[in-house]
């Protein structure tokens, strides 16, 4: 990676300066106590559904493994971002370094991906689960899932590889600031001392590709699921087959929602405020508030949860 400096900018800055939210030093405090919060309960939200699912006899079926591993999935991907913001509230310079900045940049957009083939599979099972029911067993085996869910990961991690190695080695100018609290392509590409139309046509291409394939194949697991509840005779039925989505739909909607305001039009249309507040959003108010949507609404976890916080 080459970087030049201007003559404003000081020789003892090793990396990127993170804005973050610019405030008073009082103001650093508090978001500080408020995050460290918000991620402590993240941790604790997560780690409960993991150790509930792990204990718990009755909930070692495909739903709630994938669940477990969904769960684990959030923690790393709130820890991509989260522990280097609350480091910055406490600094003076908010400094990163280059080689953290593109770790970070790399595994947040990973986690990203991986989130997403993950609510496919999600849905995958759902979907299994309401229109197969019968077949179910044989089709949904721990093999396939335990399948399913190493591709996720694979996937997700190698999705960005090659596009994150390219921006790596490019040359960058100017300030070093990054008007964001994470390492974000938009802001990182416009300090490049030279426009490579073939590198952010390479990204722009391949960026929403893991927002857009799993989001299409979720809407057409549940158009399927849809139609098949609709022929179902009694109300009951209805409410119980619609319950067994609720949760997962409601998850699908916070970070579809916000991801999709996010990445559905270009970076540019942002102002770096909105592009703030809805990659906190997705990226720290989501994960907290999964494991509180999961244990609500649904009796055997909510169950699961209890007997093991009674332990």
């Not at 309960?41 to 079926?61: E, F, Y």
């Not at 190698?158 to 994470?182: A, V």
């Not at 999709?260 to 249309?269: A, D, F, I, K, N």
Request: net charge positive; charged share 10%.
């Amino acid at each position: 990676m080459n970087i030049s400096n201007t003559p404003n900018t000081s020789s003892t800055i090793t990396g990127f300066i993170l804005l973050g939210f610019p405030c008073s030093r009082e103001g650093q405090i508090l978001l500080f106590v408020l995050f460290s919060v918000v991620y402590l309960l993240t941790l604790m939200g997560n780690g409960s559904i993991i150790c509930a699912v792990r204990w718990d006899q009755r909930l070692h079926t495909p739903m709630y493994i994938l669940l477990a591993n969904f769960s684990f999935l959030e923690i790393w991907y709130v820890t991509s971002t989260v522990p280097n913001m609350l480091a910055n509230f406490l600094s003076d310079t908010k400094v990163i370094s280059f080689s953290g900045c593109f770790l970070q940049f790399y595994f947040f957009f990973s986690l990203g991906s991986t989130e997403c083939f993950f609510l496919a599979i999600m849905a995958f099972d759902r979907y299994l689960a309401i229109c197969q029911p019968l077949h179910y067993p044989t089709i949904m085996t721990g093999r396939l899932c335990t399948n399913l869910v190493v591709s996720c990961w694979v996937f997700g991690f190698l999705w960005f590889l090659i596009p994150i190695i390219i921006i790596s080695q490019m040359s960058f100018c100017g300030s070093r600031i990054i008007d964001h609290f994470l390492c974000d392509p938009g802001p990182l590409l416009t300090l490049t001392c030279k426009k490579v139309p073939v590198v952010e046509t390479i990204f722009s291409t391949l960026s929403p590709l893991p927002l857009v394939i799993p989001f299409l194949f979720i809407m057409g697991s549940y158009a399927l699921v849809l139609r098949a509840v609709l022929k179902v005779p009694s109300a009951a039925g209805k409410r119980k087959a619609f319950s067994t989505c609720g949760s997962h739909l409601a998850v699908v909607s916070l970070f579809y929602g916000s991801v999709l305001v996010m990445y559905g039009s270009p970076t540019s249309e942002h102002e770096a405020g909105t592009q703030k507040i809805v990659t906190l959003f997705y990226s720290v108010v989501t994960p907290l508030l999964n494991p509180v949507i999961y244990s609500l609404r649904n009796k055997d976890m909510k169950n699961a949860l209890q007997k093991f916080l009674e332990i």
